[in-house]
């Protein structure tokens, strides 16, 4: 497995390094088959070290943690912690997941946006209807299972998803709503 541990602005030292490879391949050998890749950032946000992990699995799934604390130390350990919750609550159904898959999850490339927020003017109008586009990155769209959707969008704690559904070919989307519950918008299945 790979990693990749860099810090944004602050130097990393070999002991943390050694620390992150040890703990966190613990955590992934224990709950994660076959992990590709680990990057761990840290980074500093006033007083707290801030720490995010991002693991790609061989399932094509991507988790995702983070968290803050004091020392650096720390905030790596409670990131660890909540990457080992992430893939102890889907263990099992990552394992399932890739025993079904017999070729590897299939993407296609797509655009995401920054856009700048509108500015709250009460006396002028708008000049435009277009927003502000302030980033564009390439970003991958998998072609997966409303179930591994959000799973997947679980795992990255992320609030929305876009895929490709595997069984109607058409994009859909799912995002966790106001009450909690999970959405899926799935275009055209309504006549």
Same mark, same amino acid.
């Given at each position: 497995m790979k990693y990749l541990i860099s810090g944004k602005q602050i130097d990393i030292g070999e002991a943390l390094q050694t620390h992150v490879k040890t703990e966190l %391949? /613990?955590?992934l050998e224990k709950? /994660?088959?076959?992990?590709?890749d680990a990057h761990v950032i840290f980074s500093k946000s006033a007083h707290e070290f801030v720490c995010e992990i991002i693991v790609?699995? @061989?399932t094509g799934l991507t988790a995702q943690a983070k968290a803050k604390a004091t020392e650096i130390y720390a905030a790596f350990d409670s990131c660890a912690e909540k990457m080992e919750k992430q893939l102890r609550r889907y263990k099992r159904r990552l394992k399932d997941h890739h025993k079904e898959r017999a070729n590897p999850i299939e993407t296609i490339g797509a655009s995401a946006y920054i856009l700048a927020p509108e500015e709250e003017n009460e006396d002028s109008e708008p000049e435009s209807l277009q927003p502000i586009i302030i980033a564009e990155t390439e970003t991958k769209i998998p072609t997966i299972t409303v179930g591994e959707a959000v799973m997947q969008m679980e795992l990255a704690n992320a609030p929305v998803l876009v895929f490709r559904n595997?069984? @109607?070919? %058409?994009?859909?989307v799912v995002y966790r709503r106001d009450d909690g519950n999970i959405g899926w918008i799935e275009p055209g299945s309504n006549g």
């Open positions: %391949g /613990a955590v709950y /994660a088959e076959r992990p590709i790609h699995l @061989s595997e069984k @109607s070919n %058409g994009v859909n």
